[in-house]
Nanobody
Framework: QVQLAESGGGLGQPGGSLRLSCAASKTPSGLVTMGWFRQTPGKEREVVAF???????GYGDFVKGRFTISGDSGKATVDLQMSELPPEDTAVYYC?????????WGQGTQVTVST
């Protein structure tokens, strides 16, 4: 079973930047897509960004050009550079991978945007 380890969460300043990273314990067979969801209490998990085959990217509507996802499917790593953070970006961010065996999730990393 693949395990995902996220890092880089924590406290960010409004208008500032944070970088999240995720690495898999091994490269899963048939890895296609890696990405990030986020969740706040009382809300459903929502797509933040994804990268397919290390090339094609997609973002949630709320991102509006503020985030950049990058990844390497060969190494099973994915990063999310976040900028222009408002307090509304406060959430738990979850890394995931889609591969032959299905979707695997990380444990989540808390991002808090506050003064």
């Amino acid at each position: 079973q693949v395990q995902l380890a996220e890092s880089g969460g924590g406290l960010g300043q409004p208008g500032g930047s944070l970088r999240l990273s995720c690495a898999a314990s091994k490269t899963p067979s048939g890895l296609v897509t890696m990405g990030w969801f986020r969740q706040t209490p009382g809300k459903e998990r929502e797509v933040v960004a994804f990268i397919e085959n290390s090339v094609f990217t997609g973002y949630g509507d709320f991102v509006k050009g503020r985030f950049t996802i990058s990844g390497d499917s060969g190494k099973a790593t994915v990063d999310l550079q976040m900028s222009e953070l408002p307090p509304e970006d406060t959430a738990v961010y979850y890394c995931y991978v889609d591969a032959t065996g299905g979707r695997e999730w990380g444990q989540g990393t808390q991002v808090t945007v506050s003064t």
